[in-house]
């Protein structure tokens, strides 16, 4: 257990579907992040909170949308996603958004667009 | 551009010793990371490296040459559980980009 934990585990959904994935931390960390893991590909870094505040948004489609409505919790709103959003989103914290500061990650919610 | 490469699979025996290496090329270059991933399992910190040298964590060490733009990750006395993912990673500016992981695998 890393103190982050995410909700769903697995997730299947329709193009046309709209979900929510849900993170949250108990480390008292100032920063999280999503990241999006596909089989053979780098864990991609899509977005970065900073006190609540987002500080970067690597270029993501927007039919990916984060809140981040206090330090302790990131939502990532999913909706009229493609097959190829199909993979691992994982979240992690870290205590701020700087320098060495290790990420802790949670489980990830697998999920399967159709 | 920035990018890292590190070797997509690295196969070793029980008690051996084993070096994973990683390059990078980047700009606003902080430190270098290390995270471990078993299958099904979320990405855990191994350890980060800023300056040139070697740090020992148990049987794990981490080496930094900034010049060479090399880093590498060593584990020694290597046990089955070691069998995963690992993932280099380049802490820069406010973000760490991550490289495409080596899988290891561990024979008895």
């Known amino acids: 257990e890393t103190g982050v934990t995410q909700t769903p585990r697995h997730l299947v959904m329709g193009m046309t579907n709209k979900k929510s994935l849900k993170c949250e931390q108990h480390?008292?960390?100032?920063?999280m992040y999503w990241y999006k893991q596909s089989a053979k590909k780098p864990l991609e870094l899509m977005f970065v909170y900073n006190f609540k505040e987002q500080t970067e948004n690597n270029s993501v489609p927007s039919r990916f949308s984060p809140e981040c409505p206090n330090s302790s919790h990131l939502f990532l709103h999913l909706h009229t996603l493609q097959p190829e959003d199909s993979a691992l989103y994982l979240c992690?914290?870290?205590?701020?958004?700087?320098?060495?500061?290790?990420?802790?990650f949670g489980p990830g919610t697998r999920l399967t667009v159709l | 551009g920035q990018s890292l490469e590190q070797p997509s699979e690295v196969t070793a025996v029980e008690g051996a010793i084993v070096q994973i290496n990683c390059t990078y090329q980047t700009s606003g270059f902080y430190g270098l990371s290390w995270y471990q991933q078993h299958d099904g399992g979320a990405p855990t910190f191994l350890s980060y490296?800023?300056?040139?040298g070697l740090e020992e964590t148990g049987r794990f060490s981490s080496f930094l040459s900034r010049s060479d733009s090399y880093g590498y990750l060593l584990l020694q006395e290597l046990q089955m559980k070691d069998s995963a993912s690992y993932f280099c990673a380049v802490l820069r500016d406010d973000k760490i980009i991550f490289g495409k992981g080596t899988r290891l695998h561990i024979l008895p």
């Open positions: 992690a914290s870290s205590l701020t958004s700087g320098g060495d500061n290790e990420q802790f």
């Open positions: 490296n800023a300056l040139d």
């Open positions: 480390l008292g960390h100032n920063a």
